[in-house]
């Protein structure tokens, strides 16, 4: 297993550790890195958020690369956002099978029939990338994980760990080395881009509605966006709303303006609606419908939405298929250098010899349906088993087989609330976001505007950080 030097030598002694990690837990938490606690939730309290104490090595080359590619994939999603043929053909056996990709794809077909009454979309994006030692030569490059349209979070988080890490090399006596620690503008980056399609929608009366969960664990990384808006534009206005408040508590107008609680809403921002969980039942799918309809900025608009599906993924490293969006051979080489080995898992393109490959070495592999917010792939020996119960069965089609990317380990600390504190060799995954808004044919702006970089233990499947096994990380470039 290749394994990446620190930023400092490893293991720290005892006597520096006990120093260091109350500071710096106290550095993170004063400086909004928080979370709610999920056992013992209240109001007025924050945990620390689960946080690397040194920052991860990355190589910059690959880090720049991944920056400068982002306007191509921001691009890239729009212009399949805006294929209604690709987007039905691609998703048609998903729908057949997967209830929540059908009523995604019945809203979209209500909208193409009923014509839509808001021809721009916002698009805050964050492609999800790992380095990959399998590649021949020592030097690790980066391949895809996946690119979120929806609900893309940690644009607070992301930046606030930079913060965390300058603090605690400077702490340990290395402070020339945050010169290594790239700028992340990542908040205001995604602020400005709800700012700029608020703006576009040209009522200044209108607010920001945040769609948010019942409870929201993640609180901070979403306060920070509305106080950065604030800071940005005091007079915009910024409403929390869950799914079901929305059916009850809202209406669409005449002329189809969004009006939550008589206010007109400029831009509907998703934290919410990406899972199944967040629709109770079909009062909360009006709501999603009532908001499509109306004319507020949708980020995501639901083509948007869909287009983040794995399966659009899967389709688009298909041979042939990036030359439908992208025309620049370049462009469309550099693109198809980020993914790796993707697989169908339909009977009518050869699902049977996709299984095949996997059952012979399930180690290899993910296994993925058409669902967000993490916990839902399938590793290992569970694959042969999710496999051989969908054997012969139309769900299979649901499902896309990935090659699993074997990231470099490094040590580092993984510090959590109320949790002993171990040296331990991690692995990372870093997001780089889009903010792409537009409408078929033009495309107003597009830009990249951040990172963030998550780590979690090198023996877990995933490391999402809201949900337990993951920590707040920062590249230092090297
Ligand atoms: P989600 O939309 O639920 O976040 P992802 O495709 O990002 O789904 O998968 C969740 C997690 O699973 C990723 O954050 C990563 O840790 C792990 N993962 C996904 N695909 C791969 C892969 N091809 N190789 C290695 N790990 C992967
Ligand atoms: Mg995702
Ligand atoms: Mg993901």
New binding site residues.
Partial sequence: MLKLNSVVETPLSDHVLEELIPKAKDYALMHGAGMRSKTNFSQDSLLVAPFALLPSTFPRVEFEKAVSIQTILNELVHRVAHDYSFLKETLKNACEVDDFTKKLFEIYEFIQKEGPTQPLSLGLLRS?L?LDSNSSSLKCRWKQ??I?TIASGFGWLGPVSSEIHRYVLTELGHHEKIKNLPENLALSGLCEGMIEAWTLFNDPKAAILFLVEDITYNICDQRFHEFEIKRLNPHIRVIRQTLTQIATESRLSEDKTLLVEGVPVAVVYFRAGYTPDHYYSQVEWDARLMIERSTAIKCPSIHYHLAGAKKIQQALASEGVLEKFLTSPAQIQQVRDIF?GLWSLDYDTNGDAAVELALKTPAKF?L?PQ????G??VYGDHIADALLSMAGTQERSAWIL????IPPVQSNYLIRADSAIQCSDIVS?LGIYGVIIGDKNHIISNRQVGHMLRSKASTA???GVAGGAGALDSPYLV
């Fill in positions: 999800d790992m994980i996946e979120n790796t993910v993925k669902r967000e917010g993490g839902n792939n990935m090659e699993k990317i995954e499947d995933e490391g």
